[in-house]
């Protein structure tokens, strides 16, 4: 291809040579053009010559210009593409160069990691597919293998294979068993934690009534002093004083409705004062009695004020009872066994603080501490005990009535709990329960 445009060129260059050579011979142009043709040496030197018809001048030169430019163009694209194979043949010789140092490389380095030997160094060019089949042929060959060992050990546990069928449907009956023995699992584990904290609670209630009745056990077992039962004795304060009281050794625990009850006897005026009272710390006025000057008697919880209709200034015994819960702030006033009150929104929703002081006869200002003559009880208290739950009125009546006699599970009346303070004050045997009736 290249020799016949060398040639075309050639002849163009001739061509171009004799037209010149004629001009400048100083031969006059009589407007004809040569043509040069090649003869066969073995032709016929006279065979005739086939004119062609003759061209217009100026035409014919325009043509051979488009037809250089033409071929020209035609050469240097060629040269570009020549330029360009050469550059892909350069490239490709040193890759396939690369290839072979490093089939050497592989073949011949035995401490080469297999890393190494699967690295790719020729870039763009792939592995032999040949030897990719082969591989995958080997892994698939080999899983093969372990899935017939793994057949092959079930087979042997089980004395025979089982069908996909019933293998797919045994595995599905084990998830849902072992799904439905996890949920009994938590089941078993909720009903533990629900058991766990009422036994707790149960053996709280328990210990507390246990340890009640030890303590009066140790207290029959002693003989009771000069008291025909433990709880046979009453509190004496005679003088409105600030320093004559009683005070009992155990404390409260945290308690969301109680029963206060006790047998009180008085005929101070104006007002019986205080006879009973608990401070925590922070709130002095958790739980009060109070009856001063001529206001009702008045129960306190948390500060906040419910007035009873109780009514005990006559110098005579009289059982009176208190109860009160969390739920709603309710509470029931009980004299002699007969509910007289009740009324609701008594710091509502509150639980009696623990860890504080019992005191009988003073109202604290501060936790066991400065009192206030003005406010001191002036009579008689016995048998103050009480429960961390509301007491039924049959309960109470029982106790009012001298049927029964039960302590306190929280706060029983002990010689042993009651500590008397100030001289005046003093513990006495307390009269038969019948002689302490209205009636009697």
């Not at 969390?326 to 004299?335: E, K, L």
Request: aromatic share 8%.
């Amino acid at each position: 291809m290249h020799a016949g445009m060398f040639s075309v060129l050639y002849g163009l260059l001739c061509f171009c040579a004799l037209g010149c050579s004629r001009q400048t011979s100083g031969q006059p142009d009589d407007g004809k053009r040569y043509i040069c043709r090649a003869v066969p040496i073995s032709g016929d030197a006279s065979c005739p010559v086939t004119l062609l018809p003759e061209l217009n001048t100026g035409g014919q030169e325009e043509e051979l210009r488009n037809t250089v430019m033409q071929l020209r163009e035609t050469i240097l694209q060629q040269k570009e593409n020549i330029s360009k194979q050469q550059g892909t043949i350069s490239e490709l010789t040193t890759k396939l160069s690369l290839c072979a140092s490093a089939t050497d490389d592989r073949r011949y380095d035995k401490a080469g990691s297999w890393g190494k030997d699967k690295q790719n160094t020729m870039g763009d060019v792939p592995r032999d597919p040949n030897d990719t089949i082969d591989s995958l042929r080997k892994t698939m060959q080999g899983l093969k293998d372990r899935l017939e060992n793994l057949e092959q050990m079930r087979a042997n546990v089980s004395g025979a294979s089982f069908p996909s069928e019933l293998r797919d449907l045994l595995q599905r009956r084990l998830s849902q068993l072992e799904k439905q023995l996890l949920k009994k699992v938590n089941n078993l584990e909720e009903q533990k934690s629900m058991l766990s904290n009422a036994t707790a609670a149960y053996r709280m209630k328990t210990e507390s009534t246990l340890n009640a009745l030890v303590e009066r056990i140790s207290e029959l077992e002693k003989g009771g002093g000069d008291y025909k039962s433990p709880e046979q004795f009453k509190l004496s304060l005679p003088q409105r004083t600030n320093y004559l009281y009683g005070r009992i050794t155990k404390s409260l625990p945290e308690m969301y409705a109680f029963t206060l009850c006790m047998w009180i006897k008085s005929s101070a005026s104006p007002g019986i004062g205080t006879p009973f009272s608990y401070g925590v710390p922070g709130q002095a006025n958790e739980i009060v009695l109070i009856e001063w000057g001529n206001n009702p008697i008045e129960l306190l919880i948390n500060d906040k004020v419910a007035q009873l209709p109780l009514d005990v200034r006559d110098g005579r015994w009289h059982h009176i009872c208190m109860s009160w819960t969390t739920r709603d702030g309710q509470w029931d006033a009980y004299q002699d066994g007969q509910k007289l009150g009740s009324g609701d929104n008594l710091a509502a929703w509150h639980p009696i603080k623990p860890g504080g002081v019992i005191i009988l006869g003073q109202e604290q200002d501060v936790v066991g501490g400065r009192f206030d003559a003005g406010q001191a009880f002036v009579g008689e208290l016995s048998q103050v005990n009480i429960w961390d739950r509301v007491l039924k009125p049959a309960e109470i009546k029982s106790m009012a009535n001298c049927s029964s006699y039960f302590p306190g599970n929280v706060i029983s009346w002990l010689p042993s709990t009651v500590e008397v303070f100030g001289r005046g004050a003093f513990k006495r045997p307390l009269e038969m329960c019948q002689e302490r009736l209205p009636n009697a």
